[in-house]
Nanobody, 124 residues
């Protein structure tokens, strides 16, 4: 069973930074494209970013372009989401998941189920 542990969330002031981690359990992440998603209260899951399994373009939703950076460390079996210049509208629970392909990842249910996620709250 493919499982993840998301971590790194917290409370941060507007303009601050957080680095989220997505650690895999029981399988090697480097074989799979991985997406980061978020769910704000009362809203559906939103695709935030995606990194392909091999070299290739990363994907970002327009609202985070230039502020968030997705990366992977295959040795640590972890995918990261560096979030800078955070805004109150970034407040949400953030999840990672295996996706079928980064192209169109935000419009399709991911391959893996949602995990526990990690809460990000941006507030002064």
């Amino acid at each position: 069973q493919l499982q993840f542990v998301e971590s790194g969330g917290g409370l941060v002031q507007p303009g601050g930074s957080l680095r989220l981690s997505c650690a895999a359990s029981g399988f090697s992440l480097h074989y799979y494209p991985i997406g980061w998603f978020r769910q704000a209260p009362g809203k559906e899951h939103e695709g935030v970013s995606c990194i392909p399994s091999s070299d290739g373009s990363t994907y970002y939703v327009d609202s985070v372009k230039g502020r968030f950076t997705i990366s992977r460390d295959n040795a640590e079996n972890t995918v990261f989401l560096q979030m800078d210049s955070l805004k109150p509208e970034d407040t949400a629970v953030y999840y990672c998941a295996v996706v079928y392909h980064c192209s169109g990842y935000a419009r399709r249910q991911p391959f893996t189920s949602w995990g526990q996620g990690t809460q990000v709250t941006v507030s002064s």
